[in-house]
């Protein structure tokens, strides 16, 4: 196909994914994938496909805030990143430093009121990289309209280790009750700040696995995942709204049937069940076949019987 015509077909297919989106997630959540495989199908060295990458991070940037996505993580450098030569490790350490120095100074980054926080054991990066990330950190800091997680020398796995072994600590000393321990305990102890549970994981390159990112927040949260073959340096508007439209199914899917176990459950529980059933039912009823759809007739008879049945 010619290359004008790929283009005006790509346009239009574009506006009929931005119709078809109706809403956002709160949290997407992105593995940067294939930035080597690209430069290399492209006969140059990695450094290129990371640049060429972190342009394409760019515009995700700016498509999240377009739609009203709150927060995104970008997947960027693995624990296991460290294993790779250290020439590539070293350029890629070079060019996260003029990102973020370059992000914590762009207008857009302020005028959209963008907190920029790094998660991940910064600890392991070169003594030129934390500087980087604690200048990005410090000149958006007071920031909350859109926040911006970068997961550097990051593990899923180790992350909630760490978190494990704090709250073991703090029962061997006396200073946290077992009985006491809940979800909050954990969140607390895995970041410095609170993020929000992911809605959607995007992963590029062809790969079909989350690699132990966000466990926490993303299993815990049952995040859909979408997946996709472009390279992370092509990845387009329109993979971004696939990857929107993916959530939004998923989502409704789920609305649907939490409506219709609780409309199951209307006739069988107690009264105090009863009161929850029907109250989801009320807040999903819109998701369900219009065939499918009690009501108030329905609601109230079901509200009798149980009572009878008592």
Known sequence: MKRWLRKRVD???????????SGAPTHVAVIQDGNRRYARKRGSDAHEGHRA???TTEHVLEWCQDIGVEELTLYTFSTENFDRPDEQNEALFDLLCEKLHE????D????NEVCIRVIGETDMLPERVQH?????????????????????????????LEATRGVAADVEAGDL???????????RRLYDRPIRDVDLIIRPAGEERTSNFLPWHANGNEAAVFFCTPYWPEFSKADFLRGIRTYEHRAESWRRTRARRALA?????SETELAEARAIVDRFRDSLPSA???????LEASDSGSQAAD
């Open 53 to 55: 990458g972190a342009e």
């Open 265 to 269: 459950l209307l006739g069988a529980v």
């Open 108 to 111: 857009r980054v302020h005028d």
């Open 132 to 160: 980087a990330v604690e200048y990005a950190e410090r000149r958006t800091h007071d920031y909350d309209r859109f926040t911006l997680n970068i997961a550097l020398a990051y593990g899923g796995r180790s992350r909630l």
């Open 177 to 187: 009750d077992p009985e006491e321990i809940d979800i909050e305990d954990i969140e």
């Open 11 to 21: 346009a239009a297919y574009e506006r009929l994914l931005a119709r078809e989106v």
């Open 103 to 106: 992000f914590a100074d762009a």
């Open 292 to 298: 499918e759809r009690p009501d108030a007739d329905d």
